[in-house]
């Protein structure tokens, strides 16, 4: 790609493999402390330390200095959707699922390839990652559980936050799915989000065109055939190193983006970010999600 077109951004986003926490290992609630081979080992270990977090860095050290990432890409802010969409990214990194060609699509206005870099695994973190709840302050709790309650159920809300409004932003085809309107693409339409994993329900609404009728059949038999993380169903309780952990943030968030998409030596500055973490007391995290690991293990 980079030899026949010179000018185009072979892969531009804000995520590349070592910025793909959730996608290789079980993390227990924070990067601090893991269990590596998607959570297929009970032993606690520092993925930065890991071959295969340096293998990622090192792999996006040698694609920076052949000039096929973004040169800001350790410092965009905008998603490999946006940046495929304006015309000159060839790639990105994201999550991928069994619709994902047909939703980037609908996000870029290009046909996609989806290429997997890994299993799916399930764990207790991604499962709690997006969570809907209602606040202790609320005026009227059971009125603010009634709308959710809707929200989870109503077709009419998913299609509106997903899609827009119908017969403008969306119409529905003679096979039940969802499509833009004639004379509508991705490039001009006012409303297209395609994030429906996120909001509270998307099995209640409308399939984009492109999906087979029976995608929601699929995701069924794809969430069944996951990879299961030994820990899933634990849920670590930071409390006794909160200090710890806003000290490791700061590092980690010091660090992350240069060495993962390889904007810096990688030899030299991984072993600065591991020594930095083991300062903040990584090992003290480390020790403690292990001690109640191995509980909750024992109490099974």
């Keep these: 790609m980079k030899a026949k077109y010179p000018d185009m951004i072979c892969l531009d986003g804000t995520s590349i493999m070592g910025m793909q926490d959730l996608s290789y290992m079980d993390n227990l609630g924070s990067d601090f402390g893991v269990l590596e081979n998607y959570g297929q080992t009970t032993t606690v270990t520092n993925w930065f330390e890991s071959d295969q977090y340096k293998n990622f860095c090192l792999i996006a050290q040698d694609w920076f200095q052949k000039g096929y990432l973004s040169t800001d890409i350790a410092v965009n802010t905008d998603s490999g959707e946006i940046k495929m969409k304006a015309g000159n990214c060839f790639s990105f990194v994201t999550n991928v699922k069994p619709n994902t060609d047909v939703e980037k699509k609908a996000q870029t206005g290009y046909d ?4 997997p870099m890994g299993q799916a695994m399930k764990n207790t973190n991604a499962v709690n990652s997006a969570l809907f709840s209602i606040a202790s302050a609320s005026k009227d709790p059971a009125k603010a559980m009634q709308f959710l309650n809707w929200t989870y159920t109503s077709q009419e809300f998913n299609d509106l936050i997903n899609w827009g409004v119908e017969g ?3 119409v529905l085809t003679d096979d039940g799915l969802a499509a833009y309107p004639e004379g509508v693409t991705a490039a001009t339409s006012g409303y297209h989000n395609d994030f429906g994993f996120i909001y509270p329900n998307q099995f209640a609404g409308h399939p984009w065109v492109g999906n087979p009728v029976d995608i929601w059949d699929q995701y069924a038999v794809y969430n069944s055939g996951l990879m299961v993380s030994k820990a899933y169903g634990f849920t670590f ?29 990688v030899e030299s500055k991984l072993a600065e970010f591991n020594a930095a973490l083991y300062d903040a007391g990584l090992q003290t995290v480390i020790d403690e999600k292990q001690n109640q690991l191995n509980a909750w293990l024992a109490a099974k």
């Design 237 to 265: 309780d930071s409390t006794p190193v909160t200090t710890e952990e806003a000290l490791l943030n700061t590092v980690f968030e010091q660090y992350r983006k240069d060495l993962a998409f390889g904007a810096v030596d």
């Design 168 to 170: 403008t932003d969306w």
């Design 112 to 115: 996609v390839v989806v290429i």
